[in-house]
Nanobody
Framework: QVQLVESGGGLVQPGGSLRLSCRAPRMIFSVFTGYVMGWYRQAPGKQRELVATITSGGKTTYADSVKDRFGISRDNSQKKIYLQMRSLKPEDTATYYC?????????WGQGTEVTVSS
């Protein structure tokens, strides 16, 4: 079973920055590289939405709402991915989930909360 562990959430003021991390402690390197990794988020009362994805080779995609503010990266050797968030807005407040996708099968972490508020 795929285990994903997120960290790095918290409270930040509007305009601030935050870096989320996700690790896959039980995966071996060769398995980790077979997954497209990503970040999703779910705000209270809303559906879960895609934030960003990254392939093993580093190809990235972003939601339009975060495209110029967030950066996703991965370290295959450490079996980790990151989400660098800048210029945060109150509407970025949500629980952020790490996800591993292989052939359409998604696995989720437990989520980490991000609150953007003054």
């Amino acid at each position: 079973q795929v285990q994903l562990v997120e960290s790095g959430g918290g409270l930040v003021q509007p305009g601030g920055s935050l870096r989320l991390s996700c690790r896959a402690p039980r995966m071996i390197f060769s398995v980790f590289t077979g997954y497209v990794m990503g970040w999703y988020r779910q705000a209270p009362g809303k559906q879960r939405e895609l934030v960003a994805t990254i392939t093993s080779g580093g190809k990235t995609t972003y939601a339009d709402s975060v495209k110029d503010r967030f950066g996703i990266s991965r370290d295959n050797s450490q079996k980790k991915i990151y989400l660098q968030m800048r210029s945060l807005k109150p509407e970025d407040t949500a629980t952020y989930y790490c996800a591993a996708d292989r052939d359409g099968q998604l696995y989720w972490g437990q989520g980490t909360e991000v609150t953007v508020s003054s």
